[in-house]
């Protein structure tokens, strides 16, 4: 079966490259790349996560339909893995065995979010330092800095601009939630409300980044996980 891992805000498919060596060679793991990073540096970013969801449908529509698989996302990518799925459930698509969706606040419910993609670029540059989980030697290099902070702000408005606290169709698939038990940029509320099936969570140390600070924590769960579902590929 097929992992697609689906990136954080301003990350490109490179940030899951040292997953593959941790899963078994029946799960492979398919890094999706947005629009605007890694190969696809030329194409534009997205306006809205619709947007967003309609290419990454395009892209994985193929493999879907012919192979069992699972999704992963952290952050922006929960939200984007939450939405490809309603979007994959109201085509009628196969729908995913599991879906992880890690350190993202469910998208049903509402919370004052400072709105970090209206700042002026250098008070957004010193904000992204203060949050965490940007490597600083991108900022030590003035021509990768001004690659990458019109990325990450672009995927910041993204998730600003997403209509949290609406009423969201509920998922027909198993779902687990991963939070940082220091993370207070996402939570467990609500997400229980956006499954019919079976919801669990799932804690780990660590701030909003854990998915690098726990790494292999992280993948072993989402391995444990996979075998407890009787994927026949573990049989």
């Keep these: 079966m097929k992992l697609f891992c689906l990136p954080y805000a301003g990350?490109?498919?490179?940030i899951y490259s040292q997953w593959k060596s941790y899963f078994e060679p029946a799960i492979?793991?398919?890094a999706v790349?947005?629009?605007g990073r890694g190969r696809r540096i030329n194409d534009p970013t997205y306006n809205d996560i619709e947007e967003a969801i309609e290419n990454i449908l395009s892209i994985l529509r193929q493999e879907i339909e012919q192979d069992d698989y699972a999704l992963f996302g952290h952050s922006m990518g929960g939200l984007l893995a939450y939405e490809l799925t309603r979007k994959i459930q109201k085509e009628q698509l196969p729908l995913p065995k599991q879906v992880f969706i890690s350190g993202t606040t469910a998208p049903n419910i509402y919370k004052e979010r400072m709105k970090y993609?209206?700042?002026?670029?250098?008070?957004?540059?010193?904000?992204?330092l203060n949050l965490g989980g940007t490597p600083k030697e991108i900022f030590e290099y003035p021509d990768l800095a001004e690659l990458f902070l019109p990325i990450l702000k672009d995927d910041f408005k993204l998730v600003e601009t997403y209509p949290y606290g609406k009423g969201k169709d509920k998922l027909q698939v198993d779902l687990?939630?991963?939070l940082g038990l220091s993370d207070d940029l996402s939570g467990e509320e609500g997400w229980s409300e956006l499954t019919d099936k079976q919801f669990t969570v799932f804690?780990?140390?660590g701030g909003h980044f854990f998915l690098n600070e726990k790494?292999?924590?992280?993948?072993n769960t989402i391995k444990k996980e996979l075998k407890?579902?009787?994927i026949s590929v573990f049989n």
Excluded: W
Aim: without cysteine.
């Design 117 to 128: 993609s209206m700042l002026p670029m250098d008070e957004f540059r010193e904000e992204v």
């Design 203 to 205: 804690e780990f140390d």
């Design 33 to 35: 790349e947005l629009a």
């Design 215 to 219: 790494k292999e924590e992280v993948i």
């Design 228 to 230: 407890t579902k009787n």
């Design 28 to 30: 492979t793991i398919k």
């Design 11 to 14: 990350g490109s498919s490179a």
């Design 176 to 178: 687990s939630i991963f």
